[in-house]
């Protein structure tokens, strides 16, 4: 399973744009990558999932480069609300979704 | 999607004797999974349980240590064993949906606390 890489956090403030790029040089070609976003006390919540280009839903939008090394989710117009943990998974759906959860990405929006 | 409940929420156990978490599916689903998250961690997959067969375990967890059920395509059960306080974590079930299984969904947790 291809390894990811984000950053430990990042602050933003409401009303505001924010982006999360998530490294993952050794992805293979069968591999997906998915965003997952969690509050405390509850369980991981699917955000969005993509193979290549740009993928958008009502939530979020995913972008990825033509090599798929590195993708990034976008969160428009973030609230108090949005602030959880992201992650970034990478893994063949094939292989039945055994997915590996990388160390997140904890998100504060201030007021 | 699928609403997946667990129980306990949350218990205080002593050292040495076992919990069992229920893990209860409103729809029928092919594969789910069994994760644990140690205070402020990433989530690590215990094992994964599909119904007609053994669990299968990852790297660092035993059957014997964290047995499994899988009765049918709705229940499920992971059994903490001869607990200690380094089982102290947040258990989660999770199931896949999705045309090709490509999203999980999961209950919101067990928090586990051995004393």
């Known amino acids: 399973l291809a390894k990811t890489t984000q950053p430990i956090s990042m602050d933003s403030y409401e009303g505001q744009e924010v982006n999360i790029t998530c490294s993952h040089n050794?992805?293979?070609?069968?591999?997906?990558i998915t965003w997952y976003q969690q509050f405390p006390s509850q369980g991981p919540r699917f955000i969005i999932q993509g193979y290549k280009t740009k993928v958008t839903n009502e939530v979020a939008s995913l972008f990825i480069p033509a090599d798929r090394k590195s993708s990034t989710l976008s969160l428009p117009r973030v609230s108090l609300s949005d602030t959880a943990v992201y992650y970034c998974l990478v893994g063949d759906r094939a292989a039945g979704n055994k997915l590996t959860f990388g160390g997140g990405t904890r998100v504060l929006v201030k007021p | 999607s699928a609403v997946i409940s667990q129980k306990p929420s949350r218990d205080i156990c002593q050292r040495g004797t076992s919990l069992t978490i229920q893990c209860q599916v409103d729809?029928?689903?092919?594969?789910m999974f069994w994760y644990r998250q140690q205070p402020g961690q990433s989530l690590t997959l215990i094992a994964t349980?599909?119904?007609?067969?053994?669990?299968?375990?990852e790297s660092g967890f035993v059957i014997d240590k964290f047995p499994i059920s899988r009765p049918n395509l709705t229940f499920s059960t992971l059994t903490v064993s001869n607990m200690s306080p380094e089982d102290s974590s947040i258990y989660l079930c999770?199931?896949?949906?999705?045309?090709?299984?490509?999203?999980?969904?999961f209950g919101s947790g067990t928090q586990l606390s051995v004393l």
């Open positions: 349980a599909n119904q007609g067969s053994e669990a299968t375990y």
């Open positions: 729809s029928q689903v092919t594969m």
């Open positions: 999770s199931v896949a949906e999705g045309t090709t299984n490509e999203k999980l969904f």
């Open positions: 050794n992805i293979a070609t069968n591999d997906y």
